[in-house]
């Protein structure tokens, strides 16, 4: 299978994989959880992490941030892991263009889909054509332009941190001990940027959704 799949493609997949298996043993830990007693260790870690993302989801989404929580959450998860996975040894997904571009389908997708339902048809049109319907071509090519720049993005940073990792090592002198440097070099690159940017992308996703239903939501 791995031969018939690029790097990126096949890191992506295990990282897809390794998620399902991660995240139902969580829910099930989760269920099991005895409200009485203190939760402590990774549940507590990870239950503090998206009680923290769902009040950051509610500022711009209000009383009904539940309907959008899920979908930036698990995206921001799969970016977190993904743009991390060098630390296994597997190829960085997002550096691969194909599957940047694929991110930049699905802002536009989630942007576009919510939109329609939320603000219906008519409305999203009106919102393109404002404040005159001679700039609508302008504000249809900012409503496609914006999820384009987002996986671009993605995929930009996450090379460049790559590419700067290699330089590092090329131009150092052949005696210095690389061991050492390495673990200081890859999380400031690798690792860093990556965490970095998933936050960003997920950012930048809500904030460009949250504009497509103006507000239309919250309380």
């Known amino acids: 299978m791995k031969k018939m799949l690029s790097p990126n493609m096949f890191s992506s997949i295990v990282v897809v994989l390794a998620l399902i298996v991660l995240l139902t043993i969580l829910g099930k830990r989760v269920e099991k959880l ?5 939760i402590k260790g990774p549940i507590f870690l990870a239950i503090l992490g998206i009680m923290k993302l769902n009040d950051l989801i509610s500022t711009y989404y209000g009383a009904h941030w539940k309907r959008y929580a899920p979908i930036l ?12 996975a060098s630390l296994i040894g597997l190829s960085t997904p997002l550096s691969n263009i194909n599957i940047a571009l694929t991110f930049s389908f699905i802002a536009f997708m989630i942007i576009q889909t919510f939109g329609l339902i939320v603000r219906t048809p008519a409305k999203r049109f009106k919102d ?13 090519i900012g409503e496609l332009s914006t ?10 940073n996450l090379l460049s941190g790559a590419v700067i990792t290699i330089i ?25 940027f990556g965490l970095i940017q998933a936050f960003v992308y997920f950012m930048l996703l809500t904030i ?10 919250v309380e």
């Open 208 to 217: 460009f959704l949250s504009m497509a239903l103006e507000a239309a939501e």
């Open 147 to 156: 999820p384009l720049a987002m996986g671009l993005r993605l995929f930009g």
């Open 128 to 140: 393109l054509a404002s404040p005159s319907i001679l700039l609508f071509p302008i504000n249809l």
């Open 73 to 84: 959450t698990g995206i921001l998860i799969y970016l977190a892991f993904a743009n991390t």
């Open 34 to 38: 005895d409200p009485k007693k203190p």
């Open 168 to 192: 590092i090592f090329y131009i150092l002198p052949l005696g210095v001990n690389l061991i050492p440097l390495a673990f200081v070099v890859h999380p400031i690159f690798n690792i860093g």
